[in-house]
């Protein structure tokens, strides 16, 4: 049993634009699928951070400390700031995370969700 | 006006640089060719106790296929641009994201991250270097396919191609995993694409299945190396076992462990053990979930006393086996009778699994996880340890012999004690040769503790190669003096490749100590 995919190639450029020599090139042996629209390939913050961040920033984990507390609307923009220049540039143990992992429109969606404390626990089951 | 110096790669003009910006620009597309500090912020975050000056990009490319690849090399061969190759980017410890060196243009390929082929039949995978192992691993839960991968500990964040090229290692059945790689798709540097093993004949369905192919087996060629830049790599998936049973094996002497391997080295061999089993010492074993300072807060290395509280505290022994079973009930039922008894036989041991196991003070429920091919970072807490992001993976090459791990511990031990720094190791057990990994964990922000770091690991290979131990891998940093270790004849076969196939030396110049 075959089981083929393109994935969430969510960088994919627009087929519109694409030489014909890069058109061929998607075109593999193994059937790949449709290139994705770029809407639907930036992840959701809740993806970003299951995919990147849980594995360290989990409680049970206690590898990094923890991030997903919300934060007081006054200070969003600071705490936002801090979020992006971590993730960005790395900070002692923690790795520095480029374009090519978390896109920058992913990158401030997630702050945006972590300053408000959407991927606290429970906060889910709150709404 | 500015006065900062413009980064430009080694011996290129700037009118160079800017042409061949430009034609990046065309191929790629203007976002996919990242010039700003802030763009190129990411790749310049290293862990090893190299000066940050040395390892700052020009720039970063991000392809997202192998045509695109094609005309990057044939672009850097005409304005002689150095580029150097990652994937995933998660080489932590190793060199990360960053470049070989200050000027070298990044080639990101972390968008080249399609999922081409699962094959649940043969159990193949064929994968684009930017498939990280969460990815894969969701693909497979989705499909509800009975796939086991095999993860090194930074598990999800990692992917398998760059992982399997730099000839890393994980903890299942199949933990060596360049031995499961089959077939490659590579973009030489005069731009040329070839497919290894069976891969050369069109339509091939056995690509993924047959290694070897017809004539000189090249794929060894394209790991740990700078001839090629693999765009495709095939590999083989474990099928999910009927039964799993990790288990744990605790001995509390240092001497210890030459009892071990050598109990250890005929249960392997004869694949009773079938996986990369690990021998854990206390303190990496303490240290994924337990910071130093609670234990000593002298900045020398860590003493025997605190050690042994460690141990009694943490309900952790000196050496603590971590291995698993696999196969049917039955089969289990019949090895892990084998294993009780060869283990048992001295008396020394402390042979348990399930909910006993659990219940130690260690990492055994992570090491269960990674042992079954789970997605789990725990070990990073290493990091912790001693805190302020310094981190060299020093890993010489040991046979399975218990005299030998004697000795390359009690070196060990030596030279970072010399240092003060602390013995944070475990062995991974291969079939007949062991990994001696140890994270030499030092303060990076404290720039006296990283010129000792530097020294340390400096002396580390050059002691451990007097006695005949070579290592298995290193950072950036250390390249040019390992491959020293490896004699001046390997060299000059390396160099006469490179010239053949790179005669530009645009490819990674320096990766391996390789450069034309």
């Not at chain 2, 994937?87 to 080639?107: I, R």
């Not at chain 2, 969460?134 to 992917?159: N, T, V």
């Not at chain 2, 994980?170 to 499961?180: I, L, N, R, V």
């Not at chain 2, 070196?411 to 004690?417: D, E, N, T, V």
């Amino acid at each position: 049993m075959h089981n083929t995919t393109t994935v969430p190639c969510r960088h994919l450029p627009s087929l519109r634009l694409m030489p014909l020599s890069l058109l061929a090139a998607l075109l593999l042996p193994v059937a790949a699928s449709a290139a994705p629209d770029s809407e639907s390939d930036v992840r959701d913050p809740a993806e970003v951070y299951r995919q990147v961040c849980a594995h360290c920033h989990a409680p049970d984990k206690a590898v990094g400390p923890e991030i997903t507390m919300a934060f007081p609307e006054a200070a969003h923009e600071a705490r936002g700031n801090y979020i992006r220049m971590t993730v960005r540039n790395g900070r002692a143990a923690m790795p520095a995370f480029r374009q090519a992992k978390i896109s920058d429109p992913e990158l401030e969606a997630l702050i945006q969700a972590l300053v408000r404390g959407d991927l606290a626990a429970g906060a889910a089951n709150e709404e | 006006m500015s006065t900062t110096q413009r980064i430009l790669p080694k011996g290129v003009s700037e009118a160079d640089f800017d042409a061949a910006l430009a034609r990046f620009r065309e191929i790629l597309g203007a976002d996919s060719v990242l010039t700003e500090s802030d763009q190129l912020a990411p790749y310049t975050k290293i862990m090893m106790a190299g000066d940050d000056a040395d390892y700052i990009p020009s720039a970063a490319l991000l392809p997202t296929t192998t045509e695109q690849v094609q005309g990057i090399v044939r672009t850097c061969n005409e304005y002689k641009v150095p580029i150097w190759t990652i994937s995933t980017g998660k080489n932590l410890g190793y060199g990360s994201a960053a470049p070989g060196e200050t000027g070298q243009v990044m080639l990101d390929m972390h968008r080249m991250n399609r999922i081409l082929d699962v094959d649940a039949e043969v159990y193949t995978a064929l994968l684009e270097p930017g498939v990280t192992y969460q990815q894969l691993y969701d693909h497979i839960k989705e499909h509800d396919l009975k796939l086991w991968l095999d993860p090194p500990a930074p598990s999800a964040i990692a992917g398998p191609v760059g992982n399997t090229l730099d000839r890393g290692v994980g903890y299942t059945p199949y933990g060596e995993h360049f031995m499961f790689q089959c077939g490659m798709e590579v973009v030489l540097a005069n731009g040329e694409v070839v497919r290894t093993g069976m891969g050369g004949i069109e339509n091939s369905s056995s690509w993924q299945v047959f290694k070897w192919g017809y004539g000189p087996y090249i794929d060894g060629l394209f790991t740990q190396s700078n001839y090629g830049i693999v765009t495709k790599m095939g590999l083989w998936l474990m099928p999910e076992p009927p039964a799993y049973r990790p288990f744990l094996i605790q001995y509390q002497d240092p001497e210890d462990i030459e009892e071990i391997v050598d109990v250890l080295r005929p249960l392997r061999i004869a694949q009773i053990i079938p996986n990369a089993v690990v021998i854990v010492h206390t303190l990496w074993d303490a240290g994924t979930h337990v910071v130093r300072k609670h234990y000593y807060e002298g900045s020398d290395s860590i003493p025997r006393e605190a050690i042994e509280r460690i141990k009694a505290d943490e309900g952790i022994g000196e050496w603590n086996v971590y291995a698993a079973l696999y196969g049917t009930p039955e089969q289990i039922e019949v090895n892990w009778k084998i294993v009780e008894q060869a283990f048992g036989a001295s008396g020394k041991a402390k042979i348990m699994y399930g909910e006993e196991a659990e219940k130690r003070g260690g990492g055994f429920e992570y090491r269960s996880a990674l042992m079954k091919g789970d997605m789990n970072l725990q070990e990073f807490g290493l990091y912790n340890w001693r805190g302020g992001g310094g981190s060299m993976w020093f890993a010489p090459v040991s046979q399975a012999k218990g005299s030998e791990t004697k000795d390359q511990t009690e070196l060990a031990q030596r030279i970072l004690g010399k240092y003060g720094f602390d013995y944070v190791a475990e062995y991974i057990v291969g079939w007949r040769d062991m990994h001696h990994v140890i994270d030499l964990l030092y303060n990076r922000q404290d720039p006296e503790e990283t010129q000792r770091a530097h020294d340390c690991f400096a002396e580390l290979i050059d002691e451990f190669a007097k006695r005949g131990y070579g290592l298995y891998r290193t950072n950036t940093e250390f390249m040019e003096q390992v491959a020293g270790t490896f004699g001046e004849p390997l060299r000059e076969v390396h160099r006469t490749l490179k010239n053949a196939l790179d005669p530009n030396g645009i490819l990674s110049p320096g990766k391996s100590g390789i450069r034309s």
